[in-house]
């Protein structure tokens, strides 16, 4: 099995779907992460371009994933610019191999670059993967009306490893944001009977 999935910043998939990508990567899928906005100049004191990059490459050396990191255009400041446009979404075509599932942000998120990185990838998603599975990260899937979970994979036995994937993250991940996390996993494993769960919505499926 192979699963591509797109997110928009470094640790976007640590903390949204990195469980559920340990379990199938248990199972012998072969696991791609693309990111969109590459590591960059950053408005968080605690944060920069060499901060991120190497919080980054430390989680990439645990999970084993393959790493694809879009060269996203940036501003003067050198700020990020990822924009929806047919030059942007053809380079970023050549990252996006055929696959089983294809998992991305959520189209409701209220952060721009995930709304922009779901706009991207979904129509080449739609060509390439046989399903296609969209986030549901914290705290943006409190706002969520349409694309609510009907998918939920359980993690239990993954959690330990996801929490040392979040640790590599410390200029951004915090004890706080550990325990939303977890208790978002609990509140998503009692739907399902299972300790701890990663939540998803089935937006596409090939018949």
């Not at 779901?118 to 986030?135: C, D, G, H, I, T």
């Not at 979970?149 to 993250?169: G, I, T």
Request: with cysteine; glycine share 2%.
């Amino acid at each position: 099995m192979k699963i591509v999935v797109v997110s928009a910043h470094p640790d976007d998939v640590e903390l949204s779907c990195s469980g559920t990508l340990l379990r199938l990567q248990d199972q012998g899928a072969d696991i791609t992460s693309i990111i969109a906005v590459a590591p960059s100049a950053e408005d968080n004191a605690n944060r920069s371009k060499e901060i991120v990059e190497r919080e980054l490459t430390n989680s990439y050396k645990l999970s084993n994933f393959k790493l694809k990191v879009f060269n996203t255009d940036v501003h003067a400041n050198g700020r990020p610019n990822l924009v929806a446009n047919n030059i942007t979404m053809t380079k970023l075509s050549e990252l996006f191999d055929s696959c089983d599932i294809a998992i991305l942000p959520n189209p409701e998120d209220y952060h721009q670059d995930h709304v922009t990185t779901y706009q991207l990838a979904f129509p080449l998603a739609r060509k390439r993967a046989k399903e296609v599975w969209l986030m549901q990260s914290i705290p943006y899937c409190h706002y969520y009306k349409s694309n609510t979970a009907n998918l939920f994979v359980d993690v239990s036995d993954q959690w330990n490893r996801k929490q040392q994937l979040l640790e590599c993250y410390p200029s951004y991940i915090d004890h706080g944001m550990m325990n939303q996390v977890k208790l978002s996993n609990q509140y998503w494993g009692s739907r399902t009977k299972c300790n701890l769960a990663e939540a998803f919505t089935i937006a596409y499926k090939h018949v």
